[in-house]
């Protein structure tokens, strides 16, 4: 546990490019403050403990080529990932209440070891600035289990399917976000101000791209003078 502000942090990439953590199963890092957790510069460093972001405060888990098999936990706070990392059975990213933005790189898989409690506050999830859910070869589904996913500047989707029936996809406010050789069955939303931009090819197969302007501008848009949606 810490108590003084963001300072706290658990760290493997202060020593060499070879360093990693092992966080073992029945460890909990947790506190009044918020803080870091730095997996390591070496790829394989395993998560397997309780990392809980608390109310008011933020967690960030970082590191090259991390893996979580232990609990992720947004419990009032704002809970982050970024690197590059995946999660994997028993693993999970547990967004009971506040915030989870996923950053970094990471793919649908990952994204689906997601626990969110249908209850009153289920949290927001963000798919974090800059950040990339490598779908390529899957189908990615926001349903009522996964609810709803906001896109975050420069966020990125990058191929396979997106399915979206009782869930939400949508970019927040005044962002351009991506989506790159994607086919869409339901509706992303642009919100107001927002761009969603086209990378290679966004196929609409039964799919809606919502322009939700309030009175700013909002686009769907290329991304460069070789990009299509159809």
């Known amino acids: 546990e810490g108590t003084n502000a963001t300072n706290n942090r658990v760290d493997a990439s202060s020593f060499t ?13 947790t506190g009044p403050q918020g803080g870091s957790v730095l997996m390591g510069d070496a790829s394989g460093g395993i998560n397997e403990a309780t990392i ?10 970082s590191g090259t080529g991390w893996i979580n098999r232990g609990t992720l936990h947004a419990n009032g706070g704002t809970l982050a990932t970024s690197g590059t990392w995946s999660s994997e059975a028993p693993g999970k ?16 898989a990952s994204f689906n070891t997601l626990d969110r409690p249908n209850d009153a506050d289920r949290g927001t999830l963000n798919l974090a600035t800059s950040a990339t859910l490598d779908n ?13 996913l906001n896109l975050g500047s420069s966020a990125r989707v990058l191929g396979g399917t997106v399915v979206v029936t009782d869930g939400v996809l949508q970019t927040a406010n005044s962002v351009s976000a991506f989506v790159e ?12 101000g927002a761009a969603l931009r086209v990378r290679g090819a966004l196929t609409l197969d039964d799919g809606v791209v919502s322009l939700q ?14 990009s299509t949606a159809s």
């Not at 608390?54 to 960030?60: E, F, I, L």
């Not at 990213?93 to 649908?108: E, P, Q, V, Y």
């Open 17 to 29: 490019g070879a360093a990693k953590f092992n966080l073992g199963p029945g460890l909990r890092v």
């Open 52 to 61: 809980e972001a608390v109310t008011g405060k933020t967690v960030t888990v």
């Open 93 to 108: 990213l547990l967004l009971d209440t506040g915030t989870m933005n996923l950053g970094g790189t990471f793919n649908t």
């Open 136 to 148: 390529t070869g899957s189908t990615l589904t926001l349903d009522a289990v996964k609810g709803t």
């Open 181 to 192: 050789n994607v086919t869409l069955t339901g509706q992303i939303g642009v919100r107001d």
């Open 213 to 226: 302007s309030t009175g700013s501008f909002t686009y769907l848009a290329t991304a460069d003078s070789t």
